[in-house]
């Protein structure tokens, strides 16, 4: 089973910041937050993972709180290609590299 | 150029059939995968090989036999298909040390009918 809790859905107006939540209360110490995305009929994209500071890169921003029981997903200036399932995923990365999906957040970005 | 790849990219069948589906990565990884996503969307991790050794096996029927030739190949097997096995299948591969950032393939349609 995940070990994330995600919204099922949200709306971002084009050109807008579009901020994705992720409760992972039961995060160890050694795990670290990824986000990937999947936009309709494509496989998952990579776009972000952090472990306790924030993180950003030419994609997104991934805020992680102190007791890294939560953490959000900023898409700074959303358009309509960003239209997709945003999955956050608590891993350890060199493990197996096991991803388990949940069933993420359907972002509609909207005109 | 194409990091993974997949073929096919549509594959229609009879149950009972015996199918493959082949996965090539010319990213240099030496982990590489496959998931299923079923009708209801949820994406499942069902094997991994790293440098041609079986490191995930998860609870999926042995009709599925993953074989790695090389690190840079990795193919699914399927057995005597039945109804159920359709879905899409994602081949993915990494580098199984920190980021382990994964790029995944652009999946295969299986329907069995």
């Known amino acids: 089973d995940a070990k994330t809790t995600q919204p099922p859905s949200m709306d971002c107006a084009e050109g807008r910041a579009a901020n994705l939540p992720c409760n992972h209360s039961?995060?160890?110490?050694?795990?670290?937050v990824y986000w990937y995305r999947q936009i309709h009929s494509q496989g998952p994209q990579y776009i972000i993972h952090?472990?306790?500071n924030n993180e950003t890169n030419e994609m997104a921003s991934l805020i992680i709180t102190e007791d890294r029981k939560s953490s959000t997903l900023i898409l700074p200036h959303a358009t309509l290609r960003d239209t997709a399932v945003y999955y956050c995923i608590v891993t350890t990365p060199s493990n197996t590299g096991k991803l388990i999906f949940g069933q993420g957040t359907t972002l509609q970005v909207k005109p | 150029d194409t990091a993974v790849s997949q073929t096919p990219k549509y594959l229609v069948t009879q149950m009972g059939n015996d199918k493959s589906i082949k996965c090539e990565q010319n990213?240099?990884?030496?982990?590489m995968y496959w998931y299923k996503q079923d009708s209801k969307k949820f994406l499942k991790i069902m094997f991994s090989y790293n440098n041609k050794e079986l490191i995930i096996n998860e609870t999926v029927p042995n009709r599925f036999s993953p074989k790695s030739p090389d690190k840079a190949h990795l193919n699914l097997h399927i057995n005597s298909l039945e109804l159920g096995d359709s879905a899409v299948y994602f081949c993915?591969?990494?580098?199984?040390?920190?980021?382990?950032?994964?790029?995944f393939g652009p999946g295969t349609r299986l329907t069995v009918l």
């Open positions: 952090g472990l306790k």
């Open positions: 039961t995060i160890s110490g050694n795990e670290y």
């Open positions: 993915a591969s990494s580098q199984l040390t920190s980021p382990n950032e994964q790029f």
């Open positions: 990213l240099g990884h030496d982990t």
